[in-house]
């Protein structure tokens, strides 16, 4: 019985390996050549606001300069204070990014520091390209 048993792994063993090459899509390692890294650096440095009541609130990825102005992303991120680079893998091609701050302070700071208003935000954002097999680096400049 035991060596039935034995007989049965070994047998679901073997045909369960398969040959690497079956199944194997040609145009598979392809993608992964054309993909590039875009890397956000997203800094601020905001004059006359006190100190951590200017938040990150938005970052975000179109494939056109009409989408982005219209807010239909294909990829958005959590954005977080405790953190300022922020890296996306993408086939290679011309993408647009959006950032946006938001300003937390009381009173008139945030309108004389050019936000418009308490909790108003400010936004940037452009063109990059991203390259296959390469870093494309771009670092937001809100003014």
Known sequence: MRILILIILISGLLVGCEDPGIGVNPDQGKELDSTGILQIRFVYNIQGIPPGRVKRADLSLAYT???????????????????????????????????????????????????????????????????PNQLTEVTTQFH
């Open 65 to 131: 300069a009409d989408s982005m102005y219209r807010g239909e992303f294909f990829r958005a991120t959590n954005v977080s204070d405790a953190k300022s680079n922020y890296r996306f893998y993408l086939p290679s091609g011309t993408y647009y990014y959006h950032a946006t701050i938001i300003c937390l302070a009381g009173g008139d700071s945030c309108k004389f520091s050019g936000f418009g208003d308490q909790y108003g935000l400010r936004m940037d954002g452009g063109k990059v390209e991203v390259h």
